[in-house]
């Protein structure tokens, strides 16, 4: 080594020290800075807590009148003068409510204020300036000074989309456009400055390959130090009405929609989204729980999050078939379970749709008993205009027609007589008006021939006999099936509406690929107004065949004027060892790309027997506690395989239970049906059942597809008996 590289070395050594008595001087600064703030807002609050007691105490002592006397002769004035007395209570609560929001940010601060630095130099003025980029923001107490930008900043965009280089961002006054000088990426903890590094592309994926690395959690975590380009576009994305995301496995799809969900929350003082006009429909409450602290954790109030069965709660109040008990039927390979999911198939088809769009215009020619409508010896409307005028306007429900007519019935005897109609002769006259949605789609059924004259002209499935007899057997013995509880919750939106999901601006729907054309065609006259983002994955569609004219299918029916079809093809979870194995199951109309993180092949284990198969399941599973997994899934076709192996193995070992009508904390060693597994991901997985009667059609492959890419680091399959042909490659 000569001079010339010696002081290179030493002129390295000392910018590198230099840089980082500047980090720490500059965390040092922030850190007391917020701890100032977070004192000040303790001490308001703890003021605030004291007013809000006091003042109630005032209310309860000096109000003259008691509760009990609103309802007395002097009530309406006891209600006001309460109503007054309460008004600084409420509005000093609600105060409170938004400083204790503000401690808790603060408190993050503390710990971990911000994990990114970008130098930006703005073209316009020629200055740059040192931006640092955190879960929160923070602003400097009495001025213009921001020490944190909130991740969600415009300007934040620069560090997940750009290298250093030309770079710009979108602000509320226009494109900004500048020089990123700088790319620094922090580990901070407990307020303490771990390291930090200056990142490229290669650095980067180095960092993130480190942190796909460790171990999964019972809860789903942020990812908003590693988001990378193409997952920021979709998660900042306000211009489409429906934003289609066709996502491989592991490549963040939920998570983006958590943060695309924080990032509407924030996005802009006219266009903010409260927490109640955003609805995320998650597959299952297994899945629902296990994202539940994401959008909490990125500084939003909690989101609404359901799942479909919910919807359809609302909608036909009264009990159905759940979706995970339809899914367990037809995975089991039972004798009915092909009919099942032919039924399916068809009532959640275009066609079906189209066949009881006519039979609800069909409802008040054939299923009403509608007659002329007299008062006073005289005709104010006959049946033929009551019907004309049920049978217009077709988007509007049939109910609220209905209400229409009443108006007009009693204006016209008040335009008469006038005087306002009776409730009991008016309720006389409406006697037809009365109806109910499950004996009207019982009628549907009720004769073939009917049905077939609905169907003119529609392609029927070769089983349609069969299909029509066990709904009719079915809906005689008052059992509603899924497929026949979605086909009774579109028809009761066409015939009451629901007014339940009218203020809804933006509505996020995950695992998209399994849901059917009349599933869509519910929710898009559910959330006629608002927004869609749709996240899916062909290669991961249950009980269905899908390719990707799905989506050109979906975009047509959604009919939303603006919108965008996002492909994500790299995986994040998988080890490359895993994901190749994983591959195999698919074809290559969807390519998948791998990370590139480097681990062990996956291990196929045969037995003889249960016994021998649980004897080498428990010897894998401590195995990988040895080695520092803290989250196994043991993974099965079915509930009902999920149960056996239970038995077998909890005199054996601590293993969770997960079924698909409990709800369980995802840690340790659980045990679960494949459809639960779904969005979820472990350290560790074991799919147990890879046996030939389990796991022998093109529908199989799919199923070991999912069940494969749960895993981050190993991947185990075992089976009992003969191993399913489709292991033979």
Not at 255 to 278: C, D, F, K, P, T
Not at 619 to 636: D, R
């Amino acid at each position: 080594m000569g001079i010339a590289d010696l002081d290179k070395g030493v002129s390295l050594m000392n910018e590198n020290n230099n840089n980082w008595r500047i980090e720490e001087q500059r965390l040092k600064e922030t850190i007391a800075e917020a701890s100032a703030q977070l004192d000040e807002a303790i001490n308001a609050n703890e003021k605030n807590r004291e007013m809000i007691q006091a003042a109630k105490k005032e209310i309860r002592e000096n109000t003259s009148h008691g509760i009990g006397n609103l309802y007395g002769s002097d009530g309406f004035e006891a209600l006001v003068e309460l109503s007054q007395a309460m008004a600084p209570v409420t509005e000093r609560t609600a105060l409170y409510e938004f400083t204790e929001a503000k401690i808790n940010k603060l408190r993050d601060i503390l710990d971990t204020p911000y994990f990114a630095r970008i130098d930006f130099c703005f073209n316009e003025d020629g200055q740059t300036e040192a931006i640092y980029i955190g879960h929160h923001s923070l602003k400097k107490e009495n001025a213009y000074k921001m020490l944190i930008h909130d991740w969600r900043s415009p300007v934040a965009s620069v560090f997940y989309r750009f290298a250093p280089g030309d770079a710009w961002y979108d602000a509320p006054v226009g494109r900004i456009e500048g020089k990123l000088l700088l790319k620094r990426q922090f580990e901070i903890t407990a307020g303490h400055l771990d390291f930090f590094f200056d990142a490229d592309l290669q650095v980067f994926d180095e960092f993130l390959r480190k942190l796909l690395s460790g171990n999964t959690s019972p809860k789903m975590k942020t990812i908003v130090e590693s988001i990378q380009r193409d997952q920021d576009l979709v998660i900042r994305d306000i211009e489409n009405e429906l934003l289609i995301v066709q996502g491989v496995a592991g490549s963040g799809k939920t998570s983006i929609a958590l943060h695309r969900a924080a990032y509407l929350m924030y996005q802009g003082l006219a266009n903010r989204l409260q927490g109640w006009e955003i609805i995320i429909v998650s597959p299952h409450k297994l899945f629902e729980q296990y994202i539940a602290n994401v959008i909490p954790e990125l500084g939003e109030e909690n989101v609404r999050t359901l799942i479909f069965d919910e919807i359809l709660k609302d909608l036909i109040e009264r009990k159905f078939e759940t979706k995970n008990i339809f899914l367990e039927r037809v995975l089991s390979n039972g004798p009915h379970s092909r009919l099942k999911n032919d039924s399916m198939a068809f009532k959640g088809s275009a066609d079906f749709i189209a066949i009881l769009d006519r039979f609800v215009d069909d409802i008040p020619r054939r299923l009403m008993k509608i007659r002329d409508i007299r008062f006073k010896g005289e005709t104010i409307f006959t049946r033929a205009e009551i019907i004309s005028r049920l049978c217009t306007n077709p988007d509007t429900p049939l109910k609220t027609k209905l209400s229409y007519l009443e108006e007009a019935i009693n204006e016209t005897v008040y335009g008469k007589w006038r005087r306002p109609l009776k409730s009991s002769v008016r309720n006389e006259m409406l006697r037809f008006a009365e109806i109910n949605a499950l004996n009207l789609y019982s009628q549907l059924f009720e004769h073939d021939e009917y049905f077939f004259k609905l169907a003119a002209g529609i392609a029927l499935p070769e089983d349609i006999a069969k299909i029509l007899a066990v709904t009719k057997r079915n809906l005689a013995h008052h059992h509603l099936n899924y497929d026949d509880a979605v086909a009774l919750g579109y028809l009761s939106l066409r015939l009451f509406g629901a007014k339940e999901y009218a203020a809804i601006k933006q509505v996020i729907i995950d695992e998209g690929q399994d849901y059917y054309p009349l599933h869509y065609e519910l929710l898009n006259r559910l959330f006629l107004k608002a927004k869609l983002t749709i996240l899916g994955d062909i290669n991961q569609t249950l009980q269905k065949n899908e390719d990707l004219s799905f989506y050109e299918a979906l975009t047509k029916r959604l009919n939303r004027k603006k919108h965008a079809l996002v492909t994500m093809n790299k995986s994040y979870r998988c080890t490359s060892e895993i994901l190749r194995f994983s591959k195999k199951f698919i074809d290559d109309a969807i390519p998948v790309e791998s990370f590139n993180r480097r681990g062990e092949e996956p291990v196929l284990l045969g037995a003889s027997d249960l016994e021998s198969l649980v004897e080498k399941l428990c010897q894998a599973t401590n195995q990988c506690i040895e080695a520092g997994y803290q989250s196994i899934g043991l993974i099965l076709k079915t509930q009902k395989n999920t149960m056996i192996l239970f038995e077998a193995l909890k005199q054996k070992m601590a293993v969770n239970l997960i079924r698909h009508d409990t709800i369980a904390e995802i840690e340790g060693v659980s045990i679960m049906p494949m459809y639960l597994s779904k969005g979820l991901e472990f350290d560790a997985v074991f799919i147990c059942d890879v046996s030939a009667a389990n796991y022998h059609s093109e529908a199989d492959k799919r199923l070991l597809y999912i069940g494969c890419t749960r895993a981050l680091h190993r991947l185990y399959l075992l089976w009992e008996g003969q191993p399913s042909p489709l292991l033979q490659d």
